[in-house]
Structures are given as C-alpha cells and as structure tokens.
C-alpha cells in the first residue's frame, strides 16, 4: 500500500514532457527551384537599333531557364580556365583562344533557336561547342589531339565541329567564315527548311572586305542569316577605336538593318536572337553587335594587360559579369541559396576534372591517318622523303 502510494507521488511529481511541434518548412530542407512558372525581368540596358523598331525590353525565363544557364556558363567557365591550365602544361600547343566573358553570348543565342538552326563562328569556338551540346569530354580530347576529339585530333582548338547538331565549326582565317555562313543560308533558303544561320565574327574582321561582299549578295537574295559580331572591343591587342573609323558595328550593314546587345546579359541575347530570327526569315539578313569582353588575352600567348589595364578587366568582372548577373537573378527570386549554386560549381569541377582525366586517356591519331581527310581517295598520289628518292607513303 505504502509502495504504490511513493510510486504515484513520483509519478505526480515528475515533469511532463511536451509533445514536439510539428516540423516547420525551413529553406535547408528544400531543393533547388525546378519551376517553368514564368517571369518577367528586364534586360540591363536598352537594344540600340538601326533602320528597325527594337524588341522590347521586358524578358520571360523561369527558374528552370536561369539555372541552366548558371550552370551551362559555369561550365563554360571551369572549362576555360582548365584550358589555360592544361596549355601552359603543354598538353594543348599551338593556337589557343579563350572563351571566358563572353558565355552569354552563345548561351543566350542557343536559347533563342533549335539545333536544326545553324551556327559557324571563328576560332574562338570552345564554347559554342559546349553550347551545341559538345561533350567536354571530346573538346578536351580535340585540344590534346587525340583521336575521339570531336574533329578526331586534327583540328585542335581552332577548328572545333560538330556536324549532327548544325554546328560548321571554328574558323582559323580571320573572317573567312562569314562567307561560308552566308553560303549555309543560301542552302537553307533554297531547300525551305524554314531554318537560320547565325554567323558569327569578331570585332577585328569587322573590317573585311569578303563580309560585306557575303553581306551584299544575302541581303540581294534575302537570305536568312544573323550576322553576329562579338565586340569585344580588342581585334587582338588593338582597341576597335584604332582600327575602325566607326565602331557602331551594328550600323555598318548601311542598307541591312542592325541591333546592338548587351553580350554580357544572357536575358537580352535571347530576346535579340528570338527577334533577328524571326525577322530574318521573313526579310534577310540583320546584323547583330553583341557587346561582350573577354578576360583571357587575344590567345594564350597574348597575357592581355599590355594594351589595357588590369583596372579595367576588374571593373568589368566586378560590374557587367554575366555569370555573376544571373547568380544574383536566382538569389534575388529565391530559386536557390548561395550554398546550393556552390555546391553546383563544386559538381562542375568534378566534371570538368574528370572528363580532362578520361581525355588524356585517349591515344593519340595514328601515323595512317595523316593523309585521310585531305585528299580524295584512291588518287594514286605518293609521299616522298625530303631527297625525293624514298616513298615514305602512298596515299589511300
């Protein structure tokens, strides 16, 4: 009797324990935003025209679309930067021409169209590759010469392509590929597949004479190409003030309407691209002047501070940089946290790190292949040493 009475005093006399509150949504529990909802957001600066009314400035996208960009051009990015690493390794050699900057201009534009579309650029190429769905894999290969690059080993950096998603390469000749890009739309015109080129140059072959002839005869025969001019203000290590009389490039058509973009805002390339698209197949050719920097040099021989000052390169990391512009687009709509879009970068360098390790992995071209791809097969022709006694091969 005694015992039961202690035990319910003690019972009594014991604190009660609370039930737990039901768990409260916290943001560290969610996943990154996924959602195609859409949104508006207005570009940066304002499209400067020439004989034609611009788009509007007003831009949809989605979570969805802003994260892919995030982590398309940080791709792009780590991808560049391991070039340089790898270059100065002396695993690539020979010509070497970085991207790092300019990654809104192909995302944006790849946005706007569909593989069926065509792109031809110059030798700046790496990452309109990537953009076109290029394997890192096979670009890192490509640059170390090894037989499964995507231009199997013989291209190199410069001459990067990938046939089955419309993309005709980079081009070593400054400005011989704006022709070819114009020939791409003729065919395309004259076969009615209701497709475009977008052909890409630079500031420094804005110069050429064979762009505005290609120019002349599109615009005669209302050709359905976008010529792109990616300024980004140094033909080399010459400022477009020193060697263009009039470096509004996108007015220089004369008689072929032009916009100039903002090239460092992702949002306004797409809006540009959408519109010169469908402009282009109703009216023939538009020139587009996108407005980019690049932070690398001309080519990694070039170590790009001698004709501008380390300043100036900051200022525009720190204020226009397009990797930066939609990290804080994501932030500010809260589609991701600051830790998520880190732990996005840290995935990249795993990619990129190991596609650069299975690239070196690939061996080299054989010594048979020296000749495929040069000359039409069967022609009989040989190859002799430099005394002109020994044949050395005889050409497939």
């Known amino acids: 009797m005694a015992a039961a009475i202690l035990r319910r005093a003690a019972a009594a006399a014991a604190p009660r324990v609370a039930p737990l509150p039901p768990p409260l949504p916290s943001i560290l529990t969610r996943t990154v935003s996924d959602s195609t909802a859409p949104i508006t957001v207005e570009t940066s600066v304002p499209f400067n025209s020439h004989l034609i009314d611009p788009p509007s400035r007003s831009t949809t996208t989605s979570a969805a679309e802003l994260l892919t960009f995030y982590r398309t051009m940080s791709l792009m990015r780590r991808f560049e930067i391991s070039a340089d690493s790898l270059y100065k390794s002396k695993l690539i050699r020979g010509f070497c021409h970085l991207y790092d ?3 809104a201009v192909a995302v944006g534009m790849e946005a706007a169209i569909t593989r069926a579309d065509a792109i031809i650029t110059a030798y700046r190429d790496h990452c309109a590759y990537l953009a076109r769905g290029g394997d890192p894999v096979s670009a890192f290969a490509e640059l170390m010469g090894r037989r499964e690059g995507c231009s199997r080993g013989k291209g190199g950096s410069m001459h990067f392509y990938k046939r089955d998603a419309n993309f005709f390469g980079g081009h070593g000749i400054v400005g011989a590929q704006v022709p070819l890009g114009c020939g791409i739309a003729f065919a395309q015109r004259y076969r009615k597949e209701g497709t475009v080129t977008f052909d890409l140059y630079g500031d420094g072959a804005a110069n050429q004479g064979q762009l505005f002839e290609a120019l002349n005869m599109a615009a005669l025969w209302k050709l359905p190409v976008i010529l792109v001019c990616e300024n980004n203000h140094y033909g080399m290590g010459t400022a477009e003030w020193k060697a263009s009389k009039s470096p509004a490039y996108y007015k220089r058509g004369d008689y ?4 100039k973009v903002d090239g460092m805002d992702v949002l306004a390339v797409k809006q540009a691209c959408k519109f010169a698209k469908d402009h282009v197949l109703e009216n023939g050719p538009i020139i587009l002047e996108m407005d980019t920097y690049r932070y ?6 070039d170590p790009g501070s001698t004709y501008r000052t380390r300043d100036e390169i900051a200022g525009i990391r720190q204020e226009r940089d397009p990797i930066e512009r939609v990290r804080k687009l994501i932030l500010s709509h809260d589609f ?18 190991a596609a650069i390790a299975k690239a070196k ?4 071209p054989d010594a048979s292949e020296l000749f495929t791809n040069v000359y039409v097969n069967d022609c009989g022709l040989e190859s002799f040493g430099v005394d002109r006694k020994v044949v050395r091969t005889v050409l497939p």
């Open 296 to 301: 690398h040099g001309h080519s990694m021989s």
């Open 336 to 353: 991701a946290t600051a830790q998520e879009l880190k732990d996005m970068e840290k995935d990249i360098r795993k990619q990129v790190d």
């Open 256 to 259: 072929v309407p032009g916009l």
């Open 101 to 103: 900057g300019q990654e």
């Open 361 to 364: 992995e690939i061996p080299m």
